[in-house]
């Protein structure tokens, strides 16, 4: 049997990829083709264009190559009508995989759409669309089925893959030790992004919030773990911009858990990263800047108060949030500076997170293939 895939990005290559090894514990021989990245290749996945093709940041990327990803997809949907697999997943990339999705479901092959789009807290009419395009949905958060339930789809919550790969009890001192960082020292870790368009809008913004703080305390030491060399490049730009070289600034390449796993607190662009946070049951305080135009678009379109992952899944402002013209580094260093002194507040979080963590701890890829066996099994 054959499952075509597309999955957009690293988070959907590792989603992927988990998913793969799962289900061929229990069919072997499957194979699998489509869109895919490294880690699916790793398990034998014939990649037709890598990943990270379909990475776009926001509404401007996505019309300035709205024509490239348009004519990508129909190269798929017809080579995919020509040969039709037995099941077809579309792993996040929901603008480009629900299209899809439904012209495949049209010509007779089944659909699973993994993960849920985030009906909830924008574009909530995006749900008529999954429900023409995928005959499953599979879920990450225990609230999103009932929703699904209300139109009539079939969905099914099967736990994050963070909270299954993260341990319930982040060790601090280890990671100290790792980083080469005294045990007692006051640490604030600041993840501004992956993406380069992330990264501009918020490092003079970080690196003036860790010059606050550092005025008002100069025992404090600051992490910035990078992605690639680009975004070092941006960040280090910010630093030289600031006059802020001798600031206890230290870039690493990589290490974005063990950086938070060593801090006190932690100032994160506004998405995954905020959960890995909440995994790692770190005091935190989101930032987030988009593009002016493609803010605007997601401001009339959003439904709840709050961007933040932990703060959703609480459906309370748990973590403070500072978004678009409210990203103010006194704002930011004060809100930070709260988490430092306030142990009896970090202690409150962190059994918050507790609480979370095991909520969406349930073993994802089984439970994800537990839910895709029984279309493949009706072919």
Not at 56 to 80: F, H, P, T, W
Not at 138 to 154: D, K, S, T, W
Not at 287 to 298: D, E, G, P, T, V
Request: with cysteine; glycine share 6%.
């Amino acid at each position: 049997m054959r499952i075509a895939m597309v999955a957009g990005e690293a988070s959907g290559d590792l989603l992927a990829s988990h998913l793969m090894r799962a289900l061929r514990q229990h069919l072997p021989q499957l194979k699998f083709c489509g869109i895919g990245g490294p880690k699916m290749e790793a398990e034998g996945f014939e990649a037709w264009w890598p990943a990270e093709t379909l990475a776009v940041n926001g509404y401007v990327d996505a019309l300035k190559r709205y024509r490239e990803l348009s004519g990508i997809r129909k190269q798929v949907l017809k080579r995919l009508k020509a040969d039709p697999p037995d099941l077809f997943i579309g792993v996040d990339a929901p603008d480009f995989n629900l299209w899809l999705e439904e012209k495949l479901r049209g010509a007779g092959v089944p659909t699973v759409h993994y993960i849920s789009p985030s009906i909830w807290a924008w574009r909530g009419k995006r749900v008529f669309k999954v429900k023409r395009a995928a005959d499953c949905v599979l879920c990450l958060f225990p609230f999103e089925p009932a929703l699904y339930a209300r139109h009539g789809v079939q969905a099914h919550f099967v736990g994050h893959p963070l909270a299954d790969e993260f341990p319930l009890h982040s060790d601090q001192a280890g990671a100290r030790e790792l980083l080469g960082l005294a045990p007692d020292a006051r640490i604030v870790a600041m993840l501004p992004g992956s993406r380069n368009g992330e990264v501009s809008r918020l490092a003079d913004s970080f690196v003036a919030t860790a010059q606050r703080l550092y005025e008002s305390d100069s025992t404090l030491r600051f992490l910035v773990p990078m992605v690639t060399r680009h975004t070092r490049e941006i960040f280090e730009a910010a630093i030289y911009r600031a006059q802020a070289q001798d600031l206890p600034i230290r870039i690493l390449f990589g290490h974005s858990h063990d950086a938070m796993r060593a801090a006190d607190v932690v100032l994160v662009a506004s998405g995954t990263a905020t959960l890995e946070a909440a995994l790692l049951k770190r005091p935190m305080v989101i930032a987030y800047r988009l593009a002016n135009l493609s803010y605007q678009i997601m401001k009339r379109l959003a439904y709840l108060p709050y961007v933040g992952l932990p703060n959703i899944l609480a459906r309370e402002m748990l973590v403070p949030e500072f978004i678009q013209d409210a990203v103010d580094p006194a704002a930011m260093a004060a809100a930070i500076e709260k988490w430092l002194y306030d142990r009896e507040a970090c202690r409150a979080l962190s059994e918050r997170f507790d609480t979370m963590h095991q909520s969406l701890r349930q073993g994802h890829a089984e439970r994800a293939a537990q839910a895709i066996l029984p279309l493949l099994r009706r072919r």
